[in-house]
């Protein structure tokens, strides 16, 4: 474990220095006396572990982590401080541990043990499987063996930027962008205030779900990218589960296939009202719409009336306002004996299209319409109730 010291106390670093030298695995990779130094060599050094001191003269405590998680995605923090009433702080601010001045070996025993745990914990849970965002239907985070949860934003532009981010991901996000799509009505300043803010708070959200999908401060290039080489996102299994499938047969493939259209559970990052959201959700809802009905055709030139008629319920639920669809699965009730759904289904889209676009139907659905109903006496007369 790599650990870096900040002080502007020089016999604090050295003690602290010669103390860690006792415990075996561990490595102090650099020690500085001045906070913006220190974080300059985070890149290079890549410690684990930071021991800061709260209360440098130089840079506040927020602003030194703030910078030290841009520097160095990932690197858990040790507080030093000379006044207890700072723990508390430091514990707002996601430290791992404090330690409060003069350090005692005893204490420095309980922060190494505490490290060495979270450090474990942490190379256990990737090795049991990697972390995962879900997209589809809201934006949730699934930590490694856990159950999705719906992470709890600072305010709705934190969570924004994470989704442009996301949206982005492996590319490097231009800071001027992210402050024009996000803090428009802001002057410069104030929008890089926010931006910084967002940004640090979106590290904590991460690391306390177990994320790990670290946000770089890419320094020459002004800007940032979010790295998702460790997790596992559901919509890129998506697609290429499809793209894998789309060449094979159905006849070998329907299945699978199958399987892949119900992990589109709703729309991509419903909750992220932006044009550029929207042009994704658009194309991922295609792209399904396309596969489905390939299936759906499919199951119904095979003889597969269930499986046919399973499919254009969903492909109706997705898409209700399409009439071909609703007339395929109208033929299909039919040709299952399923005459009263056939009918009630047809006026649902005829409730549908009349209150809520405000047309009629076709002509060629209206007409099929009632020819089935003269060939089929059953029909006739029955009355259905549209909630």
Partial sequence: MKIMLVDDEALVLNQIRRMLSGYPGISVVGSFGNAREAIMRMPELQPDVVFFDIHLPEISGIKAVELAQEACPGADIVFVTAYSEYAVQAFELNAVDYLLKPLHQARLDQTI????QKRMHKEDMRSIAPSRILCF??????????SPEIPKWRTAKTQALFAYLLHQRGNIVPKETLLELLWPELDVKQAANQLYTSIYHIRQCLKQMGIDAPIQNMTIQEGYILDTSRIRIDVDEWEHGLRQVNGLNLTDSHSELRRLLSLYEGDYLPEIGYGWVEDERERLRKLWYQNARSLARFYEKAMMLEEALAMYERIQDVDPYNEEDGLALMKLYTASGRHKEAERHYHKLDHLFSNELRIGLTDKLVDWFEQAR????????????IG
């Avoid at 043990?113 to 060495?116: A, D, I, V, W, Y």
């Avoid at 239907?137 to 856990?146: A, K, T, V, W, Y």
């Avoid at 003269?374 to 109730?385: A, D, G, I």
Wanted: charged share 40%; hydrophobic share 25%; net charge positive.
């Fill in 137 to 146: 239907r809201s934006l949730r985070f699934q930590s490694s063996g856990g």
């Fill in 113 to 116: 043990k505490r490290l060495m």
């Fill in 374 to 385: 003269k060939k089929l006496p059953p029909w006739r007369n029955e009355e259905t109730e």
